[in-house]
DNA sequence: CTCTGTGCAAAGCGTTTGCAAACGA
DNA sequence: TCGTTTGCAAACGCTTTGCACAGAG
């Protein structure tokens, strides 16, 4: 968190806007952060923001690698900044999204199911869904 | 493969049409199909299916437990029959996805993260994404 | 100053809905 | 026969697009 979004734009030959630096601000700040999320939290302190302009930065972030869509069963897809590996604890129930990191053994099986299939991986994606603690009432 | 679709649908209090065994056999047949791909394939020998029900069905049987939705990052759902957890290796170049069944120490793992979190697991979905070994020139 | 990015409104599509007719049990 | 399911067409809502203006570098 706090990271120079500026500079992320920039190494990514993207300008540092305003629009781009608070959906930024939002992802990072949250962990995961839905289309609507970004939008309705960046227009409180930017009304005259548009949908569309987060709808194509958004997409123009993914290409770039700046973020990783995380699609969710019967939701629509949260976004995270890109990261290390790590596991997604979904809540069914609050719909909020936590990260744990791999542990030791983790990408070890990962990698030798691929080599096992010849699979050339590229990027990973582990999702518990289930109740978090804070909704086991 | 070869399962008696129609028990599988009474079991769930679905009446057995023609249309529903059609679906559930294209996906049983391919593994995992989308929308799309359903209808593309079951229009052929059921010109008169409507694109409505397949999305009423696929919706149906999802709620009943009959089939899950496996959702892919940049692209459209597939469904799947419901089967015991397992690996997907999802191609990114072709879109086919092929199913690997856990290790040993997988179920383990994905315990153990859930137990320190006190997170009540329920579904667990593990998507590798890559070049599959047909696409690897 | 130049080129990229934004906002708006319209267009585009995938998905859902309502209803009469057809069908399964 | 009765309740469920289907097909059609319309409605919906999310996403994308085109374009003139604004803004970053």
Same mark, same amino acid.
């Given at each position: 968190?706090?990271?120079?979004?500026?500079?992320?734009?920039?190494?990514s030959?993207l300008?540092?806007?305003?629009?781009r630096? /608070?959906?930024?601000?939002? #992802?990072?700040?949250?962990?995961?952060?839905? =289309?609507?999320?970004?939008?309705? +939290? !960046?227009?409180?302190?930017?009304?005259?923001?548009?949908?569309?302009?987060?709808?194509k930065n958004i997409i123009l972030m993914v290409e770039k690698?700046v973020?990783?869509?995380?699609?969710?069963?019967?939701?629509? /897809?949260?976004?995270?900044? #890109?990261?290390?590996?790590?596991?997604?604890? =979904?809540?069914?129930?609050?719909? +909020? !999204?936590?990260?744990?990191?791999?542990?030791?053994?983790?990408?070890?099986?990962?990698?030798?199911?691929?080599?096992?299939?010849?699979?050339?991986?590229?990027?990973?994606?582990?999702?518990?869904?289930?109740?978090?603690?804070?909704?086991?009432?």
């Amino acid at each position: 968190m706090m990271i120079d979004y500026a500079s992320l734009l920039k190494k990514s030959d993207l300008k540092a806007t305003f629009q781009r630096i /608070s959906i930024l601000k939002d #992802i990072d700040t949250k962990g995961h952060s839905s =289309i609507d999320d970004i939008y309705d +939290e !960046v227009v409180k302190v930017y009304p005259s923001l548009s949908l569309a302009t987060v709808y194509k930065n958004i997409i123009l972030m993914v290409e770039k690698s700046v973020l990783v869509e995380v699609p969710i069963v019967g939701k629509k /897809s949260k976004y995270e900044l #890109i990261k290390d590996d790590h596991i997604h604890l =979904i809540c069914t129930q609050c719909e +909020e !999204v936590e990260d744990r990191p791999y542990n030791r053994n983790t990408d070890t099986i990962f990698n030798t199911i691929s080599q096992e299939q010849n699979f050339q991986l590229e990027k990973q994606q582990i999702n518990l869904y289930g109740i978090c603690s804070v909704c086991q009432v």
